[in-house]
């Protein structure tokens, strides 16, 4: 079936440095998702895509849609504490069910 | 604010025990999702329904049930709990393949 690769599986950074993760697939999806979760709670919706090139913000955050289709980046800009937690991606299979990535869990050095 | 709920943050039981977790959504969302969250592993299907009474097996149904009695309310139930099955569950509705809400979780420990 279709599988999302995510990486890095995990990153540690200093306060201010901008992070980049990706999410790639062997297979072509129409829309590309990104979900963060905080310690403690459930995923949350942060970027949505639905075209190839798309680059789309959220504040500090900025995520692509692959040309290929096969992909996906998001960038966060100067973290701060409060981005600490697990970034997934997630896009819909064939049959509109969510595939998901094992997610990049960030942590910030003190 | 829209919210889905789930009953129990912690929950800790013992090996064979009969074990329902209850998820309930306040939108008015058609689909409802289990999930199991384990380290490194992601986000691991369990059950999902589109509907009242229905229910479809995702990636890994084994040892686990569903029952969907009303819209709001979703169930998931372990028949005898297992040491393997202790991990954070997820609940999740939606309206679309893209607009999940996903609750707070249940942490299990079966013992």
């Known amino acids: 079936g279709q599988q999302l690769n995510q990486s890095p599986q995990s990153m540690f950074i200093q306060e201010g440095e901008d992070v980049s993760m990706n999410c790639t697939s062997s297979s072509i999806f129409n829309t590309w998702l990104w979900y963060k979760q905080e310690p403690g709670e459930g995923p949350v919706l942060l970027i949505a895509?639905?075209?190839a090139g798309e680059l789309t913000s959220n504040g500090r955050l900025t995520a692509q849609f692959g040309i290929t289709r096969k992909d996906s980046f998001l960038n966060i800009s100067a973290s701060i504490p409060s981005d600490v937690g697990i970034y997934f991606c997630?896009?819909?299979?064939?049959?509109?069910?969510?595939?998901w990535g094992a997610g990049t869990k960030l942590i910030i050095k003190p | 604010d829209v919210k889905v709920t789930q009953s129990s943050r912690y929950l800790v039981k013992r090996t064979g025990e009969k074990v329902f977790l209850e998820c309930v959504q306040d939108?008015?969302?058609?689909?409802m999702f289990w999930y199991r969250q384990d380290p490194g592993l992601g986000l691991r299907l369990i059950y999902f329904?589109?509907?009242?009474?229905?229910?479809e097996k995702g990636d890994i149904p084994e040892g686990y049930s569903v029952s969907r009695e009303k819209k709001e309310r979703f169930s998931l139930i372990l028949e005898s709990a297992s040491t393997n099955q202790t991990s954070m569950y997820l609940c999740?509705?939606?309206?679309?393949?893209?607009?999940?809400?996903f609750g707070s979780g249940t942490r299990l420990t079966v013992v």
């Open positions: 997630a896009g819909p299979d064939s049959n509109y069910q969510l595939i």
């Open positions: 895509l639905y075209k």
């Open positions: 939108m008015d969302h058609e689909n």
């Open positions: 329904s589109y509907d009242v009474k229905m229910k």
């Open positions: 999740a509705s939606s309206y679309s393949y893209y607009g999940y809400t």
